[in-house]
């Protein structure tokens, strides 16, 4: 039992090692020449506007969803004029880069894992090498780069929406201005607030990325391989998330103190 639990924990410390190298030498390749610049591009592409509606969408369910919730408390100590302001405290600080996070890493780190996947049981990974084409700039450092470029739009995104869809469920209920809306919404919502919160996405994409790449890399067992790389891809990516986050909002109010 203890060896079964210490080869376990052994394996995992192993795992992790091998994706931190991945995505250091992914980082280092980003900027030596030469740049894949057309390929970054077009993950941008499929990556960041195929991914907008899903992030716009979930953005104003949420704005809607919060501002009802935050008026149901608020309401018992009179305090309905904070509404958009803790709204849009709670989306920019928190709430939109967590939520668009997980978003992407369901439906980028899932589709990275099995396109690399199919590639690598198929052996056209192999043949690429074989025409004197570097794999892993040509295939992972693209796709890792479009994930860090495009998770802070798309986090943008979803604030923006947030806010929107809060000042829809606020004028419905209490007829609030628009002007008036807006003025109290960021009234309290300074640069301090929105570029470090804005800018740890970068960290998730390069989270997303990586682990979606490594893995498909790694493929093995054929298609078998391929469906349970697009699973790990999902859970892994959402787990180390959801733990980087608690360490990033540390040393962001560290870094940051007037956003605590």
């Known amino acids: 039992m203890v060896e079964r639990v ?25 900027f030596v020449p030469p740049y894949e610049i057309r390929e970054v591009i077009r993950h941008v592409y499929e990556i960041g506007w195929r991914s907008a509606p899903l992030i716009a969408t979930s953005g104003l369910s949420i704005g809607v969803v919060l501002s009802m919730h935050t008026r149901a408390s608020l309401e018992r100590f009179g305090a309905e004029a904070m ?22 890493a369901g439906r980028v780190g899932a589709g990275i894992g099995a396109e690399l996947g199919a590639m690598k049981v198929t052996e056209q990974i192999d043949a690429l090498e074989a025409v004197a084409v570097d794999s892993f700039r040509f295939l992972a450092v693209t796709r890792i780069l479009a994930c860090i470029i495009a998770m802070p739009l798309l986090t943008a995104i ?56 490594y893995l ?3 493929t093995t067992q054929g298609t078998e391989g391929v469906g349970r790389t697009s699973t790990r891809s999902v859970v892994l990516s959402s787990i180390v998330i959801i733990i980087t986050n608690v360490v990033l909002v540390r040393l962001i109010f560290f870094l940051f103190p007037a956003t605590v």
Request: one cysteine or more.
């Open 83 to 104: 509404i958009p302001a803790g709204l849009a405290i709670a989306l920019i600080r928190e709430t939109g880069p967590l939520v668009t996070a997980l978003l992407v």
């Open 216 to 218: 498909g890399f790694t």
């Open 158 to 213: 979803i604030d923006f929406c947030g806010i929107f869809g809060g000042f829809l469920a606020e004028t419905a209920i209490s007829g609030m201005s628009w002007d008036l809306y807006f003025y109290r919404a960021f009234s309290m919502i300074g640069f301090s607030d929105f570029i470090p919160a804005t800018l740890k996405t970068a960290v998730f994409g390069m989270i997303i990325g990586t682990i979606g790449c």
């Open 6 to 30: 210490g080869a376990s924990i052994l394996g995992t410390l192993a795992f992790i090692g091998e994706v931190s190298l991945f995505g250091f030498r992914a980082l280092r390749e980003a």
